[in-house]
């Protein structure tokens, strides 16, 4: 077998092993309260928000992009808890998901 045929496409292409630790460390779906970025003052905003995970961005930090709970949005985050989805935030994505506006 040719050493190249052992390796990840990525790793061909940027020559960078991947590390599953830290740049596989979510699966795509995941639900994690993720750690906000720029948010390092002592004033009681939340630190952390609920994420959908999407997907790595295969850097040596860690990043992810997914989709935020509390805004909507697409946000990118480096550090979060894996937790089990609860009934509650199941029902509120099919709610997400059957809206006029996805259609």
């Given at each position: 077998m040719d050493r190249d045929e052992r390796r990840s496409p990525h790793t061909i292409l940027t020559g960078r092993d991947?590390?599953?630790?830290?740049q596989l460390k979510y699966?795509?779906?995941?639900?994690?309260?993720?750690n906000v970025k720029g948010n390092t003052s002592?004033?009681?905003?939340?630190r952390t928000e609920?994420?959908?995970?999407?997907?790595?961005?295969?850097n040596r930090a860690g990043t992810y992009?997914?989709?935020?709970?509390?805004?909507?949005?697409?946000?990118?985050?480096?550090?979060?808890r894996l937790l089990p989805l609860p009934d509650y935030v199941r029902n509120h994505l099919n709610d997400l998901a059957e809206a006029p506006s996805l259609r």
């Open positions: 991947i590390d599953v630790r830290i699966a795509f779906g995941d639900y994690v309260e993720a002592n004033s009681m905003a939340p609920p994420v959908i995970v999407g997907v790595p961005h295969l992009t997914g989709l935020s709970l509390v805004s909507g949005k697409h946000i990118e985050f480096t550090h979060g």
